[in-house]
T-cell receptor
């Protein structure tokens, strides 16, 4: 079946701009996670949704970052007033409630 | 914060050789997973080992877990060029919602044909 998809695959933006990154989880997966991965590092947790609600947003670095999952399926990660330090690969994962998470291919964000 | 730390950071071997990667973690866990990542993109789940298991096999993969030493190892036998990737261990974040994972920095494996 279809895996987790993320769009766009690459996003280049200018400092100060607003960006939206989209994640389509595997159908039926109730849990959805966003991670951020900088070069040479492992993924770092940003936010976790169980259904439509954010069960844990403790990983969001500041209030410029926000994520929604209004219908319990697709999720959008929103970054306001982007900074060069936001450049990274943003990974989305979903899970049917088991321990294993299924990752999408990621969105590579570059802030110039 | 990162819970797991993989060792070595980079490993280069010839095709056919075995590759061993180690992971150490800080707090008590009830499971540990290994993931693989090609070219900095999406991660693929390889294997999960629970705290009551000491060793687990999946194809050419062998994972061990030593909860007394808070460490795990991943062994890839008879490596192939296609095994070239970064490998990460991941543990549950009990400080948070228990839904998310904490990853180490990974071991970058290069298998030369």
């Amino acid at each position: 079946g279809a895996g987790v998809s993320q769009t766009p695959s690459n996003k280049v933006t200018e400092k100060g701009k607003y960006v939206e990154l989209r994640c389509d989880p595997i159908s039926g997966h109730t849990a959805l996670y966003w991670y951020r991965q900088s070069l040479g590092q492992g993924p770092e947790f940003l936010i976790y949704f169980q259904g439509t609600g954010a069960a844990d947003d403790s990983g969001l670095p500041n209030d410029r970052f926000f994520a929604v999952r209004p219908e319990g399926s697709v999720s959008t990660l929103k970054i306001q007033r982007t900074e060069r330090g936001d450049s990274a690969v943003y990974l989305c994962a979903s899970s049917p409630g088991t321990i294993t998470q299924y990752f999408g291919p990621g969105t590579r964000l570059t802030v110039l | 914060s990162q819970q797991g730390e993989e060792d070595p950071q980079a490993l280069s071997i010839q095709e056919g050789e075995n590759a061993t990667m180690n992971c150490s973690y800080k707090t008590s866990i009830n499971n540990l997973q290994w993931y693989r990542q090609n070219s900095g993109r999406g991660l693929v789940h390889l294997i999960l080992i629970r705290s009551n298991e000491r060793e687990k096999h999946s194809g050419r993969l062998r994972v061990t877990l030593d909860t007394s030493k808070k460490s795990s190892s991943l062994l890839i036998t008879a490596s192939r060029a296609a095994d070239t990737a970064s490998y990460f261990c991941a543990t549950p974040d009990y400080g948070g919602s228990q839904g998310n994972l904490i990853f180490g920095k990974g071991t970058k494996l290069s298998v030369k044909p």
